[in-house]
C-alpha cells in the first residue's frame, strides 16, 4: 500500500468523486426525460381508464367476472370452490397493484433524480467559478435548478394519480369479492369474506 501524504490521499479520493459525478450527469439528464415521457404514458393511460369508468367499463372487474364464470361453469361440482374464487381474487388484486407500480415508482424516484441533477450540475458550475468561467456557470445553475422543478413536478403528478387509481383499485376488489361471495352463496357454500388488502 502507498504512503501518501494524507492531503494527496483526500484530494485523489475528492477527484474521483468528481469524475463519478460527472460521468453520472448525462443518465440522470436521461432519467429525468425519461420520467417525463413515463408521467405522459401514465396520464395517457389515466385519461382512458377515467373516460372508460365514466361510461360504466370497469376492466378489473369485467376480468374476474369473466373468470369466475368460467371456473363455475369448467369444474361444476368439484369441491374447493371458494378457494378457487379467491385466488382470483387475490389475483384481481396483484394484477391492480401492478398496474399502480408504475405511478408509485415515479413518486419515489422523481425526488431522488431530481436532486441529484441538482447537485452534479452545482458542482460543475462552482468548478465553472473557480476557473472564472461564469456563462458555464450559469448554464450549470439554470440546468439543477430545472431538473429540481421537473423531477419535484413529476413526483407530485405520480403522487395524486397514484391517490385516485388507489381508491378506484379499492372500489373494484371490494365490487370483485362481493361477486365471489355472492357465486359462493349461490353453490350453497358457507360464505366467508374473500378480501385482499389493495
Request: glycine share 8%.
Given at each position: 500500500?502507498?504512503?501518501?501524504?494524507?492531503?494527496?490521499?483526500?484530494?485523489?479520493?475528492?477527484?474521483?468523486?468528481?469524475?463519478?459525478?460527472?460521468?453520472?450527469?448525462?443518465?440522470?439528464?436521461?432519467?429525468?426525460?425519461?420520467?417525463?415521457l413515463?408521467?405522459?404514458?401514465?396520464?395517457?393511460?389515466?385519461?382512458?381508464?377515467w373516460?372508460?369508468?365514466?361510461?360504466?367499463?370497469?376492466?378489473?372487474?369485467?376480468?374476474?367476472k369473466?373468470?369466475?364464470?368460467?371456473?363455475?361453469?369448467?369444474?361444476?361440482?368439484?369441491p374447493?370452490?371458494?378457494?378457487?374464487?379467491?385466488?382470483?381474487?387475490q389475483?384481481a388484486?396483484?394484477?391492480?397493484?401492478?398496474?399502480?407500480?408504475?405511478?408509485?415508482?415515479?413518486?419515489?424516484?422523481g425526488?431522488?433524480?431530481?436532486?441529484?441533477?441538482?447537485?452534479?450540475?452545482?458542482?460543475?458550475s462552482?468548478?465553472?467559478?473557480?476557473?472564472?468561467?461564469?456563462?458555464?456557470?450559469?448554464?450549470?445553475?439554470?440546468?439543477?435548478?430545472?431538473?429540481t422543478?421537473?423531477?419535484?413536478?413529476?413526483?407530485?403528478s405520480?403522487?395524486?394519480?397514484?391517490?385516485?387509481?388507489?381508491?378506484?383499485l379499492?372500489?373494484?376488489?371490494?365490487?370483485?369479492?362481493?361477486?365471489?361471495?355472492?357465486?359462493?352463496?349461490?353453490?350453497d357454500?358457507?360464505p366467508?369474506?374473500?378480501?385482499?388488502?389493495?
Amino acid at each position: 500500500m502507498l504512503n501518501l501524504p494524507t492531503d494527496a490521499a483526500v484530494h485523489s479520493i475528492e477527484t474521483l468523486l468528481y469524475s463519478i459525478s460527472t460521468v453520472l450527469y448525462l443518465p440522470v439528464l436521461l432519467g429525468i426525460a425519461a420520467l417525463v415521457l413515463h408521467m405522459l404514458v401514465c396520464f395517457g393511460t389515466f385519461g382512458a381508464e377515467w373516460l372508460e369508468r365514466r361510461r360504466g367499463v370497469r376492466v378489473l372487474v369485467a376480468t374476474a367476472k369473466q373468470e369466475m364464470a368460467a371456473v363455475l361453469t369448467a369444474q361444476e361440482g368439484e369441491p374447493g370452490l371458494d378457494a378457487r374464487l379467491e385466488r382470483l381474487v387475490q389475483r384481481a388484486d396483484a394484477n391492480g397493484v401492478r398496474r399502480l407500480d408504475g405511478v408509485r415508482f415515479v413518486v419515489r424516484v422523481g425526488p431522488a433524480l431530481g436532486l441529484m441533477g441538482t447537485l452534479i450540475p452545482m458542482g460543475i458550475s462552482l468548478a465553472g467559478l473557480a476557473q472564472g468561467n461564469l456563462p458555464k456557470m450559469a448554464e450549470s445553475m439554470t440546468t439543477a435548478f430545472t431538473a429540481t422543478v421537473v423531477g419535484l413536478a413529476c413526483s407530485v403528478s405520480a403522487y395524486v394519480l397514484s391517490l385516485v387509481r388507489e381508491h378506484w383499485l379499492r372500489t373494484d376488489l371490494t365490487e370483485i369479492a362481493y361477486v365471489a361471495e355472492s357465486h359462493l352463496a349461490a353453490q350453497d357454500h358457507k360464505p366467508h369474506l374473500v378480501r385482499a388488502g389493495a
